[in-house]
């Protein structure tokens, strides 16, 4: 088996694959610990550092990055100051920014971070503030994504569609690409959208999602996510469903099968599960692209995500990683 999986793994390189999807800055400001104030109980601190990340479908483009692929993203950036960080990130790893869309009057989503502690002890987040679009993107501007990503997609690379925030994937352009693309290859990690996007290869929902579309179900026991995961598979019309449940692992659904469950990979005592999903949703997209089988898929991206939630923050992981894994 750890075989198989590396000899799939060996294929990620090269491998393009479209991101579209919202496109997020983090933020981290780094702060010492200082005092409690006197104009109010809060507590004080003192400015170290700011550092700087790519977020949201950023995120994934970073995963597919760092597993050896070339990851194509296609999405809104602001003509404000979080816009050219976000750019100028992209850009210093060689990413190709030409299918990116900078609309006047479009806030980049930044999340910022506030991290704090003592001098010589592990800093923790202490507050986070979003600052995010207030208002819809011009219809001109979603035009000139749409033709940017129908000329990517011509190339016949496979899909991912992060829509974090409602803003950039749009059910009316998807149908639109598969109806173009009927074979196209394509992956969705959707916040509060999935039904909207039918005909998708494979959707990757998470508990809180699955829970909300189904919202007569008790979810009492494990039977209720495999009814709820089997349901969601015929009403998608997807090839495949993975249902991530955290600590607990995963769910595969597949056409013509029974769910199989996966075991989260190492510990269950979780770091940070900030852009797990992320590495996830790439990892599952090469495998497919690779040619592996959605299981063998679902089983690399789930010590892909039992790794990364080892570390602190987004975290892109590394071939080399699930390669050591599988040794």
Do not use: C
């Not at 496109?23 to 981290?28: A, E, G, K, R, S």
């Not at 109980?41 to 977020?55: A, C, D, Q, S």
Request: hydrophobic share 45%.
């Amino acid at each position: 088996m750890k075989a198989t999986l590396s000899s799939i793994v060996s294929r990620f390189r090269d491998r393009r694959v479209v991101v579209w999807g919202d496109l997020i800055l983090d933020q981290y400001v780094f702060t010492s610990a200082g005092r409690v104030s006197r104009e109010a109980p809060v507590l004080v601190t003192e400015f170290e550092k700011n550092e700087y990340r790519l977020g949201g479908a950023g995120n994934v483009v970073m995963n597919l990055l760092a597993l050896g692929a070339v990851p194509q993203p296609v999405g809104f950036v602001g003509k404000d100051p979080s816009g050219e960080i976000l750019v100028d990130l992209l850009r210093e790893r060689g990413i190709d920014t030409g299918s990116l869309v900078s609309v006047d009057g479009f806030q980049t989503p930044l999340k910022s971070r506030i991290l704090s502690g003592g001098e010589n002890t592990k800093k923790q987040q202490i507050l986070r503030i979003d600052t995010l679009p207030p208002g819809s993107v011009a219809e001109a501007a979603r035009r000139r994504l749409a033709e940017g990503l129908f000329s990517l997609l011509a190339a016949g690379d496979p899909l991912i569609l992060s829509d974090y925030l409602g803003q950039t994937v749009t059910p009316a352009v998807f149908h639109a690409v598969i109806k173009r693309f009927p074979r196209l290859l394509s992956a969705l990690d959707s916040r509060n959208h999935l039904l909207g996007f039918s005909g998708v290869t494979l959707a990757t929902p998470n508990e809180p999602e699955i829970k909300s579309l189904f919202p007569e179900k008790k979810f009492s026991g494990d039977g209720d996510f495999s009814l709820a995961g089997a349901e969601l598979l015929e009403k998608m019309d997807v090839h495949g469903v993975v249902l991530k449940r955290g600590h607990r692992g995963m769910l595969v659904f597949e056409r013509g099968t029974k769910p199989v469950p996966l075991e989260i990979y190492g510990t269950s005592q979780i770091v940070d599960v900030t852009g797990a999903g992320d590495t996830v949703l790439a990892v599952l997209t090469l495998g497919l692209a690779a040619g592996a089988s959605l299981l063998d898929s679902a089983r690399l991206a789930n010590i892909a995500g039992g790794i990364v939630v080892m570390h602190e923050g987004a975290y892109p992981i590394r071939s080399r990683e699930l390669e050591d894994a599988l040794r």
